[in-house]
């Protein structure tokens, strides 16, 4: 039976049962005991590597404890992972109850399984999907393998850094046109949370496509914002609220809605460890059951099943504070860009804030054309001369996502990286008329004599973000 969505809540008998952690307290008991498995896995405990010469680099990457974790049992001695009845199904009702979902999944091959398994779950629904063109790879190859038929909308024009962004307004006009030449689409996906940094306003936008349809299926990947439901300024604008929103300002309508949450791209969980969220009526939830069962391994992660169950109970006991931080760590960094701390690197908001989107305040997107390089030697020099890595840089624009696991001293080291390297980007080109060298192919801009030409900023900017490096050699330097 479906789990009955609520509002988070912070009376004190819900927050002791989501303290709990049914599901990571089952598997430790296990990893207590030593088992002999004729089963599978001859890693479990470390067995299939008792006398190895190879031990102990694989107890260096994974360490004994995980040996002991990583297990192949199911029902009875822990859960079965597709009819969960005992510490499974009980810690996916304490997600459910956390994030406001009727059901919550555990899936520990990636949200591009979370996805998969949603789509195929609307599959008896979708026989006209509307898809956000900006969504992740997952979605348009399983869009492509339903037989439906498909529509893309919404993408703005690539950013100078080739960051995408979706034209939501151009995806809402192409939804309500559809129903006014009543060939209304049965389902959506939806891009909620953007790698590039924009999330949309979801209780608008659910708003306004139900203005045009009364029962609608509705997918959204919001898988870098997992952590934003429990920081109430977040809060309002995720998928589930949305939909819990819809339920009550609008009994009328049905929505068939399937969230899902990368955990590890916002919360303390193992990686590939993702939630899949439904709300709706319990055919809804066993569809999705069904689909799970359809495209899940059968062998699933216990220890990624288990971080899922610890990452739900520290969001609820600690999410708002750990957000709080995240957030405060964005705002630095922009301040340090915007009070010209950084000189080279200019802030960047991803897109001017809408009726239906806005910037996601944990991301910050960076210019780094003052400093003549690209944003991918910029990302290049902060990882082997300062060990920091950033994910995302293209062009001359890079990404910075501050995320729960940035501390004060991550901060600091940031700040101490950028400061050198924007130290270095400036002073580069500051030492008076002399060499000043495009490589490839080695013939001088200038020559001693000569001075900077005006455009030096755009002629800098068109070299870097073309691979070339530009040397600046002082007049009367020795030779090497």
Known sequence: MAHRATMPRNDPDTTDRQSSTPFADALLRLTSTEVASVHALPLSQGHGIAGSRFRQKYLALVGQAYLHADVSFSSPVIDSFFKPRGCLAAAQRLAAEAFGADHTFFLTSGTTTSNTVALTAMAPYGRRILVDRTAHQSVHFG???????????????????????????????????????????????????????????????????????????????????????????????????????????????????????????????????????????????????????????????????????????????????????????????????????LPGLVAVEPEAASRWSAPDPAKVVCDSSGLGISAQDLRIRMFHEHGIYASRGSGTRILFNIHAGVTDAVMDRLERALSELCASGTDRFDRGPGFLIPYPPGVPLTVPGEQYPDNLDELLRSFRTSGVDVFAVPAHAPSA
């Open 143 to 341: 869009v492509d393998r339903s037989g439906a038929e498909v529509t893309y909308a919404g993408m703005s024009p690539r950013s100078p850094g080739g960051f995408v962004h979706g034209d939501i307004e151009a995806f809402v006009e192409e939804f309500a046109e559809a129903a006014r030449q009543d060939r209304p689409y049965h389902a959506v996906v939806l891009n909620g949370s953007s790698y590039d940094g924009s999330l949309l306003q979801l209780p608008a936008l659910f708003d306004a496509m139900f203005d045009h349809v009364d029962t609608l299926d509705v997918l959204v990947d919001e898988a870098w914002s997992a952590l934003n439901t429990f920081h109430p300024r977040l809060r309002a604008t995720t998928a589930l609220a949305a939909g819990r929103h819809l339920r009550i300002t609008r009994p009328d309508k049905k929505l068939r809605l399937y969230v899902t949450h990368s955990a590890h791209k916002s919360m303390s969980a193992l990686r590939q460890a993702s939630f899949l969220h439904v709300l709706g009526d319990g055919d809804t939830v066993r569809r999705a059951e069904r689909a799970l069962y359809a495209v899940h391994t059968t062998s699933p992660s216990l220890p990624i099943l288990a971080s899922l169950d610890l990452a739900r109970a520290q969001a609820v006991a600690e999410g708002h504070a750990v957000a709080e931080r995240c957030l405060a760590h964005a705002q630095r960094l922009r301040t340090l860009l915007d009070d010209g701390l």
